[in-house]
């Protein structure tokens, strides 16, 4: 059985950095694509950036950069200067079906 745990959301100053992380455990031995998106209350959720294990990377803004090790099962997302706009729930799918529980990012001013 595969579960995915997100971590480093939280309240972010406004201007600052912070990597979110996406984790698989359990019996797959690697993993080869994760997809970022965020979704904010009463609205749809929107892809925000993707990237395979051979490097081949997408993001929808510039700020937002996808990364992944695929031997530590684990894809990240790093925004750059967030700003108030970036607050949301961010969720992460691994290899298009295990997919984490959310996190939330608050970006205070």
């Known amino acids: 059985q595969v579960q995915v745990v997100q971590s480093g959301g939280g309240l972010i100053q406004s201007g600052e950095s912070r990597t979110l992380a996406c984790t698989a455990t359990?019996?797959?031995?690697?993993?080869?694509?994760v997809v970022w998106y965020s979704q904010k209350p009463g609205q749809q959720r929107e892809l925000i950036a993707a990237?395979?294990?051979?490097g081949a990377a997408h993001s929808r803004k510039p700020r937002f950069t996808a990364s992944v090790d695929s031997a530590k099962k684990t894809g990240y997302l790093q925004i750059s200067r967030v700003e108030r706009e970036d607050s949301a729930t961010y969720l992460c799918?691994?290899?298009?079906?295990?997919w984490g529980q959310g996190i939330q990012v608050t970006v205070s001013s």
């Open positions: 359990g019996s797959i031995p690697s993993i080869q694509t």
């Open positions: 799918v691994l290899d298009g079906q295990y």
């Open positions: 990237i395979t294990h051979t």
